[in-house]
């Protein structure tokens, strides 16, 4: 097994839809360049319904997906984070934990999927939606070469990148 040289922290809120989606989409677009994780500040216990089937249809395993506390990201024997990004309004106002090693901080605020009304037909839209705006967000940083990169340069190159369609 490799050892992932840039590992990313998708932060929000309840760490059950938009996190578990962008850890997802890291991990299936490059599994040998990042290793992604998800967290919040509340987590609600488990995955939304809505983020599982997504990830069923696109044909990514959903049983290690869980939701969980981003203090498992801040104590000894936590991976090490080079990037953590919210993913939520909420979580970027929040008083994030301080992760050892001082990680790149970015917001790529999106509406959350899960607030959807109108049946499982319009959640599974907004699920889509939000996957295509994290996607487009995840291809763009792998499209840099953020690991050379000074930190001044791509601090900037990923509050561009929170701008993208769809930003909240």
Do not use: Y
């Amino acid at each position: 097994m490799t050892v992932a040289a840039f590992n990313i922290l998708v932060l929000c809120t309840g760490n059950s839809a938009r996190s578990i989606l962008g850890e997802a989409i890291f991990n299936h677009l490059a599994q040998w360049r990042v290793q992604a994780f998800s967290a919040g500040s509340k987590p609600k216990g488990v995955p939304h319904p809505g983020a599982l089937r997504l990830l069923a249809r696109r044909s990514i395993d959903t049983a290690g997906f869980r939701s969980k506390s981003w203090n498992e990201f801040t104590g000894p024997g936590a991976p090490h984070i080079d990037l953590a990004i919210t993913v939520c309004g909420n979580a970027a106002g929040e008083a994030c934990p301080v992760f050892p090693g001082t990680p790149l901080r970015a917001h790529w605020g999106l509406v959350d999927p899960a607030d959807v009304a109108g049946g499982e037909a319009s959640e599974d839209a907004a699920f889509e939606d939000t996957w295509r705006w994290l996607e487009m967000r995840a291809k763009a940083l792998l499209a840099l070469p953020f690991e050379t990169m000074d930190r001044e340069a791509l601090t900037a190159t990923l509050a561009a990148i929170g701008q993208m369609e769809g930003a909240a």
